[in-house]
Antibody
Framework: QVQLQESGPGLVKPSQTLSLTCTVSGGSISSGDYYWSWIRQPPGKGLEWIGYIYYSGSTYYNPSLKSRVTISVDTSKNQFSLKLSSVTAADTAVYYC???????????????WGQGTMVTVSS | DIQMTQSPSTLSASVGDRVTITCRASQSISSWLAWYQQKPGKAPKLLIYKASSLESGVPSRFSGSGSGTEFTLTISSLQPDDFATYYCQQYNSYLTFGGGTKVEIK
């Protein structure tokens, strides 16, 4: 079955760029069946969708983060990545990658999640 | 933006209780609503999608209902494994989550 695994630095300095990668196993991003998302959760708070990417490179971002977010895909490595620029303490969160429940739907429920990776923004 | 409001934010209940959590959307989202369960240190787990469809493998004590702007998640008989935080999520117009409902032991 499909599994997702986030990776990247756990500590980022303020004003720098947060970079994370999600590796997909048990399925192929380039099959074109799914839109792949990033979601985050600050400590003790709720969930916030960041954006998605399709295998072709097509993206859609949360308007509240759009100016700072870039999501990219590397189909040769079966990975997609998140970059969040100009980070502040407010970007401290657990970052999840996730796959929706239904093929070919950009907006959907998420049935497959990575385990999450904690990123702390601090000097 | 579609805002999702969950109530209550915290709920104290006992094993065997019937539990209901409400989620209200700021505008109609048809039936494009999901419910998740999250335990500390874990990723959310999908319970219900399209307002009332039970995800495969989820116990039948969980059920969802509603359409338009008002939705409910019901646990018919609360089990020890059900003490967790529950989130709703709309996917009618991009994606937003509710603030969560923590189900605590009474």
């Amino acid at each position: 079955q499909v599994q997702l695994q986030e990776s990247g630095p756990g500590l980022v300095k303020p004003s720098q760029t947060l970079s994370l990668t999600c590796t997909v196993s048990g399925g192929s991003i380039s099959s074109g069946d799914y839109y792949w998302s990033w979601i985050r959760q600050p400590p003790g708070k709720g969930l916030e969708w960041i954006g998605y990417i399709y295998y072709s490179g097509s993206t859609y971002y949360n308007p509240s983060l759009k100016s700072r977010v870039t999501i990219s895909v590397d189909t040769s490595k079966n990975q997609f990545s998140l970059k969040l620029s100009s980070v502040t303490a407010a970007d401290t969160a657990v970052y999840y990658c996730a796959r929706p429940n239904t093929a070919m739907r950009p907006w959907d429920a998420f049935d497959i999640w990575g385990q999450g990776t904690m990123v702390t923004v601090s000097s | 933006d579609i805002q999702m409001t969950q109530s209550p934010s915290t709920l104290s209940a006992s094993v065997g209780d019937r539990v209901t959590i409400t989620c209200r959307a700021s505008q109609s989202i048809s039936s494009w609503l999901a419910w998740y369960q999250q335990k500390p240190g874990k990723a959310p787990k999908l319970l219900i999608y399209k307002a009332s469809s039970l995800e495969s493998g989820v116990p039948s004590r969980f059920s969802g209902s509603g359409s338009g702007t008002e939705f409910t998640l019901t646990i018919s008989s609360l089990q020890p494994d059900d003490f967790a935080t529950y989130y709703c999520q709309q996917y009618n117009s991009y994606l937003t989550f509710g603030g969560g409902t923590k189900v605590e032991i009474k």
